[in-house]
C-alpha cells in the first residue's frame, strides 16, 4: 500500500491500515472519450481518480491516463490549456502517463496518416486510422505478456503501431502488430481496455506507478 508518510514521500508505509484503497492517484483527462469507465476500472482496483482538465488538477496525481477520442482535438486542448508541456514535464519526473488509441496517437514520437504534432513521450510510429473498416468498431483476442490467456481487445477506428524504437517492449499484439507498449513509466494501447471486464492492463498501469514511486523515494534518501 502507498500512502504519504511522515517524512513527506509517498511510499509503503509499514503499520498503515488497509481502508480498500492503495493511496495511489490517477489523472483521467476529461476532454472526450470514456474516461468514466476507466476511472471506474480504478476504482475496482483499489485507486483514487481525478478528472484532469486544468494543470491545477495534475497537482498531486501519481499518474495519467490519456484516453480514446480524436488526438487532434484533444492536442489543441493540451496546447490551448498549458497542459501540453505540463504532461511532458509529469513524465519527465518519473509519475506514470498511459495512452489509449487517441491517447496512444499523442504519446507516439512520429504520427503519420496525416503527419500532426505530438508529445513525442514513447519512441514509435503511429498510423491514425489505419487498419480501416474491418477494425472500425469489433472485438478481438490477441497474445500479452501480461495474460496466460488471449486478452480481449476492444479496437474503436485504432491506429497502428508500425515502428517501436530501442528499449519500448512489446507487451501485446494483434494480427502481427504491437497494440500495447512501454517503456520505462510510459504505456500506450491502441485498443481500449477501459471497455472490457478484463483489468490486466490497469493494473499493470498501476503497478508501474507504485514502482516509480518507489523507486523516486529510494533516490531522495
Known amino acids: 500500500m502507498l500512502r504519504q508518510c511522515n517524512d513527506g514521500h509517498r511510499a509503503p508505509c509499514p503499520g498503515s491500515a488497509d481502508d480498500g484503497e492503495n493511496g495511489v492517484k490517477i489523472g483521467i483527462l476529461a476532454v472526450q472519450g470514456d474516461f468514466a469507465a476507466h476511472a471506474a476500472m480504478l476504482a ?53 502517463v498511459f495512452g489509449t488509441c487517441a491517447g496512444a496517437i499523442l504519446l507516439a514520437t512520429e504520427v503519420k496518416n496525416p503527419a500532426q504534432a505530438s508529445l513525442g513521450l514513447l519512441d514509435m510510429s503511429v498510423l491514425r486510422n489505419a487498419y480501416g473498416r474491418q477494425l472500425a468498431s469489433d472485438v478481438f483476442f490477441g497474445s500479452s505478456k501480461l495474460t496466460d490467456s ?72
Open 44 to 96: 475496482g482496483l483499489g485507486a483514487q481518480t481525478a478528472e484532469v482538465r486544468t494543470v491545477a488538477d495534475l497537482e498531486g496525481c501519481d499518474g495519467l491516463i490519456l484516453p480514446g477520442g480524436e488526438s487532434t482535438t484533444q492536442l489543441q486542448f493540451l496546447q490551448e490549456e498549458g497542459l501540453f508541456q505540463a504532461v511532458k514535464k509529469f513524465a519527465a519526473e518519473g509519475r506514470g
Open 150 to 221: 488471449p486478452m480481449e481487445m476492444v479496437f474503436i477506428r485504432a491506429p497502428i503501431i508500425d515502428r517501436v524504437g530501442p528499449g519500448v517492449e512489446v507487451l501485446a499484439e494483434y494480427l502481427g502488430k504491437p497494440v500495447l507498449v512501454q517503456k520505462a513509466n510510459v504505456m500506450a494501447a491502441t485498443f481500449h481496455p477501459e471497455l472490457t471486464e478484463d483489468t490486466a492492463v490497469h493494473r499493470h498501469f498501476m503497478n508501474l506507478i507504485e514502482a516509480s514511486l518507489r523507486q523516486a523515494v529510494s533516490a531522495a534518501r
